[in-house]
């Protein structure tokens, strides 16, 4: 069923079945409930695992979560962007198996009033969390797999995926205390590619690195270790199966997790720098290690 009796729809565009458009004015709506507070960054973290949900800001985010089949609870937009997200809507089926999904309309002073910031990317989803993957489903076939310890910027961590989808890097791994790869940020930043590169959490850690050997992957450690051997030269004759851990900003990977490693690897710098941001060292690395093709 649909509701554009308020003239909300524009003539032309149809209302998928089973999608519901409304207009929503005040913050204090219960219906809005998946979307107030998004500045708490404290209670987000908390509340969008705990809750089953996470948020999918922008055209091309919601897109990638419908075709990685993640279901949307809701959404929220300016009445401008129905024509685009409608459509979208329908060609994914939502709604389609019987359970209403609303799309709630706001003015723009509306929607900044309810999230807590300017909504500029056309929509803001919130989606179903799908339950984590087990670990030998998410390595099944990875010749090529990224382990992120406690990273805790959650733009880097989209950033590192995005890496990870462009430059053939199969999975990514991410520590208990690493950041949610499906925070707002994280995903809108990674422009929806978490939904594209397997993952799932690591744990126990760093016991988790036997699990990877007994699964036949080398772990190579990106760090500044005085035993360190060059990227060139871990890139010339790589193992077939090849874990790559990176560590948290400012300190690094942990003692432990170099410990446990089967080789420590560093980029070649110049100009007086001794290493660069955790992203833009994932994007190197991924880029020299990536599996040749014969």
Do not use: K
Not at 46 to 67: D, I, K, N, Q
Not at 93 to 101: I, N, S
Not at 257 to 282: E, H, K, T, W, Y
């Amino acid at each position: 069923m649909s509701d554009d009796r308020e003239g909300l729809v524009p003539d032309g565009v149809e209302v998928p079945a089973g999608v519901v458009v409304d207009r929503v004015e005040d913050p204090a709506d219960p219906r809005l409930g998946d979307y107030t507070g998004l500045t708490d960054v404290a209670l987000r973290r908390r509340r969008e695992p705990a809750e089953g949900l996470y948020m999918a800001e922008s055209h091309t985010v919601l897109e990638r979560a419908l075709e990685a089949g993640h279901r949307p609870r809701s959404l929220l937009l300016a009445s401008r962007w129905l024509p685009d997200v409608l459509p979208l809507l329908a060609r994914h089926g939502v709604g389609a198996d019987g359970t209403p999904v609303p799309v709630h309309v706001a003015d723009e002073p509306a929607l900044r009033a309810i999230t807590g910031f300017h909504l500029h990317r056309g929509a803001l989803a919130a989606m179903q969390r799908p339950a984590l993957p087990a670990l030998d489903d998410v390595l099944a076939g990875a010749r090529r797999v990224a382990v992120l310890e406690d990273v805790v910027d959650h733009t880097n961590v989209g950033a590192v995926f995005r890496s990870a989808a462009a430059l053939g890097v199969d999975a990514v791994l991410v520590t208990p205390r690493c950041a949610d790869p499906l925070y707002r940020r994280s995903v809108r930043v990674s422009m929806g590619t978490v939904f594209q590169v397997p993952w799932t959490r690591l744990d126990p850690w760093p016991g988790g690195l036997d699990l990877l050997r007994e699964r036949g992957f080398a772990v190579a450690a990106l760090a500044l270790a005085e035993d360190a051997v060059s990227l060139d030269d871990l890139a010339a004759d790589p193992p077939e199966r090849l874990a790559l851990l990176l560590g948290t900003e400012g300190d690094g990977l942990s003692r432990a997790a170099v410990a446990g490693s089967d080789v420590v690897a560093r980029i070649p710098m110049a100009g007086g720098v001794d290493s660069l941001n955790v992203a833009a060292a994932s994007a190197v690395a991924f880029w020299a290690l990536r599996p040749r093709t014969s």
